[in-house]
């Protein structure tokens, strides 16, 4: 199991104070608090692997924005179809090209179809902002995944 999955699978149950606040210690972190958050896990939990993200777009190492962090990571040639455990992973709930939501990758249940994530600001019943680090089984349907390096 990578590193950045063992720090992920470590925050899961944590949330945001006070509830449907957006404040966490993610956004403390990055000095971009009371916004959602999934992005700033995924930055937060990379760092503290000792594998930070680039600057994307904001001040810190990584993302706050999933639009903006997919643009980047398609301009470097980091898409890829096959995941490993670590991996990040973009979800288009619409299938409309934008991207709602990120996650860490963990690993397929079944190849090709479906897979588990570790996702900052998620509950079942609101996938994009619940508030809650999770882990997810979710469908390999209008995803990206990404290697970061």
Not at 1 to 8: H, L
């Amino acid at each position: 199991m990578s590193k950045v999955v063992e720090i992920a699978t470590r925050e899961i149950g944590q949330g945001e104070t006070p509830i449907n606040s957006n404040k966490t210690k993610y956004g403390l972190w990055a000095k971009y608090n009371g916004v959602p958050w999934c992005g700033l896990f995924v930055s937060w939990c990379y760092v503290q692997a000792g594998a930070p993200l680039p600057k994307i777009g904001f001040a810190f190492n990584g993302f706050a924005g999933c639009q903006t962090a997919v643009a980047y990571f398609r301009k470097n040639n980091r898409v890829t179809t096959n995941p490993v455990a670590g991996n990040i992973v973009f979800f288009d709930w619409n299938g409309d090209g934008r991207f709602d939501h990120t996650g860490i990758f963990v690993r397929w249940i079944e190849v090709g179809k479906t897979f588990e994530s570790i996702e900052g600001n998620t509950a079942v019943g609101n996938d994009s902002n619940g508030g809650n680090v999770m882990l997810r089984t979710r469908k390999n349907i209008n995803v990206l995944f990404v290697d970061p390096f």
